[in-house]
């Protein structure tokens, strides 16, 4: 089953980042090669450029495992190299003051860190139905949510 990220905000993403590259280039055209026309082109051209990656990922669960596939990368992990996962809520701000979100952490043989899926990345057709997806494979390496704060303390 393939899940994809929602499409708006990556359109919204290029829009105005198109909108800072014709700018920065039409003050280019004008003034010429100006610090201000770069202040527009550079952040604008960033822009487009992440807005191109989030349109182009994707999250595959089938019967030989998980595949990510961004714009510049594709990473592929079978279900025998995933030693556990869970479920958390991702907070970005220490000091709970930031929008959470949720997480899916596969932790993988021999890796330093865990592969994170999170619920905006996989928002077609849904979290939930990723989750559903993940457990028809591989429910018995599910751990609970108490279980992981009880080691990380």
Known sequence: MTFKPRR???LIVLFCGAVFVVA?????Y???????SLCFTFPGLVAVLS????????TVVDDSGIARERWW???RV???TIEWWTTADAEFDEDGDS????VARFHVYGAKRPIEVYDC????PGYDAFLQAVRQFRQAQEVSRTATESEAG
């Open 99 to 102: 929008v959470t979100f949720r």
């Open 24 to 28: 920065g280039l039409a003050v280019w």
């Open 78 to 80: 079978p279900w025998d």
């Open 30 to 36: 004008v003034v010429g090669v100006h610090l201000f």
């Open 51 to 58: 807005s191109g990656a989030d349109l182009r990922l994707r």
């Open 121 to 124: 990345e996989v928002s077609r």
């Open 8 to 10: 708006a905000k990556p």
């Open 73 to 75: 990368t594709r990473t």
